[in-house]
Each structure stands twice: as structure tokens, then as C-alpha cells.
T-cell receptor, first 117, second 111 residues
Framework: GAVVSQHPSRVICKSGTSVKIECRSL??????MFWYRQFPKQSLMLMAT?????????EQGVEKDKFLINHASLTLSTLTVTSAHPEDSSFYICSARVTIDSNQPQHFGDGTRLSIL | QKEVEQNSGPLSVPEGAIASLNCTYSDRGSQSFFWYRQYSGKSPELIMF????GDKEDGRFTAQLNKASQYVSLLIRDSQPSDSATYLCAAAYQAGTALIFGKGTTLSVSS
């Protein structure tokens, strides 16, 4: 149980393109999902907390107009990287908890490797 | 500021040895602690979690929690080359909020 699916797994596109990444909880409902970014050999960096039916909460330094998050249902959150540039190339990972109970773990999707040419 | 600290390593152990990974956290309000394993180029996968003082065992893995010392550890018995990965320690503080992750410790198990 507690499977999080992320799609696509890899994207290669030209500079200026907008890229949408989907994160789905397959066997549970997730009122909250989390989006992370990880550069090579660096730690996970929380970008934002996605809340179903409301605006996402962004971490300091993350541009909300650049990284659009939509959490329209209890099983789907999307991250859109708008007008992507080479510096946005990174590994993007979503995660979700089965409940909001902080004693429960976060389950991660397989990640999306984004390469902007 | 809530922080989770880990030694980045690398920690090198021979095959069959016990690997000991350590983690400290700054906020006593933390309720639960999680160990994730991340292979290069992959997303983190949960190994185990603990929220009571003492030891918790699952197969070759043992998590230890000492809330008084604000210290969490993960022991891996009979280490295998396939255990070579980065191990992330994470702490939970509030319901509905993201886990706070350490930067990870890289473990290398040599055959």
C-alpha cells in the first residue's frame, strides 16, 4: 500500500518550454503532498507543500510564479515549471502521507529528471 | 530553526560488518523519526521509523531513539554491497507539515 506515482520520469526539452509533472497517490487519498528538488550530490530541498483545494505553501526562495502547483483532487497534484531554463534542470520528487498524522511516513514518487537544453 | 544533522560520510564498512548511522535533531518537539535509503539517481525509499525511546528492529535494521539526547541512529547488521547508498534521517514536527530531512550519510559497503 501507500504507492505514489510520478509522471513523467524524464523530460528533456528546450529552454523556454513549460513542463508539467504529475504526482498521484494510487491507493490512498492525500490531502497534502510535498514537492522536492534535488541537485546532483545534494540533499533534498523542500519546494512547497501542496494542499488539496487550496493554494500551495512555498518555501522561502521558491518562486511561486515559476513553479505552479495545483492540487485539484485528493489523489493528484501537479507541478508546472514555467518557461524552464537550464538552471531549472534537476531531479523533482513528490511525496505524500496517508494521513496528516505526523507519526506516519512520507512516501515518495520515483521522481522526474528534468533536463533543459 | 528546526534542523536534522547527519555526518555526510562516506562511511565505509566491509561486507558482513555492522554499519552505524547517526543523526541528531535540534527541536525537542519532534515526535517521530524516519530513515530513508536513496540510491544514486533514485528517489528515497522508507526503511523504518520510530517514535518511542529505545530500539526498534526490522530484519537487519535497528533504529534507536534517545529523546533526552536528541539522537537517532540506524544500525545495519551483516552489511551487504547492495546497502551502499545515501541514508537520510528525517524528523516530524507537526501534523500536515513536511518531514525535516538531514543531508544524508553515504554508506559504502565493500565486498
Amino acid at each position: 500500500g501507500a504507492v505514489v506515482s510520478q509522471h513523467p520520469s524524464r523530460v528533456i526539452c528546450k529552454s523556454g518550454t513549460s513542463v508539467k509533472i504529475e504526482c498521484r497517490s494510487l491507493d490512498f487519498q492525500a490531502t497534502t503532498m510535498f514537492w522536492y528538488r534535488q541537485f546532483p550530490k545534494q540533499s533534498l530541498m523542500l519546494m512547497a507543500t501542496s494542499n488539496e483545494g487550496s493554494k500551495a505553501t512555498y518555501e522561502q526562495g521558491v518562486e511561486k510564479d515559476k513553479f505552479l502547483i495545483n492540487h485539484a483532487s485528493l489523489t493528484l497534484s501537479t507541478l508546472t515549471v514555467t518557461s524552464a531554463h537550464p538552471e531549472d534542470s534537476s531531479f523533482y520528487i513528490c511525496s505524500a502521507r496517508v494521513t496528516i498524522d505526523s507519526n506516519q511516513p512520507q512516501h515518495f514518487g520515483d521522481g522526474t529528471r528534468l533536463s533543459i537544453l | 530553526q528546526k534542523e536534522v544533522e547527519q555526518n555526510s560520510g562516506p562511511l565505509s564498512v566491509p561486507e558482513g560488518a555492522i554499519a552505524s548511522l547517526n543523526c541528531t535533531y535540534s527541536d525537542r518537539g519532534s515526535q517521530s523519526f524516519f530513515w530513508y535509503r536513496q540510491y544514486s539517481g533514485k528517489s528515497p525509499e522508507l526503511i523504518m521509523f520510530i517514535y518511542s525511546n529505545g530500539d526498534k528492529e526490522d530484519g537487519r535494521f535497528t533504529a534507536q531513539l534517545n529523546k533526552a539526547s536528541q539522537y537517532v541512529s540506524l544500525l545495519i547488521r551483516d552489511s551487504q554491497p547492495s546497502d551502499s547508498a545515501t541514508y537520510l534521517c528525517a524528523a516530524a514536527y507537526q501534523a500536515g507539515t513536511a518531514l525535516i530531512f538531514g543531508k544524508g550519510t553515504t554508506l559504502s559497503v565493500s565486498s
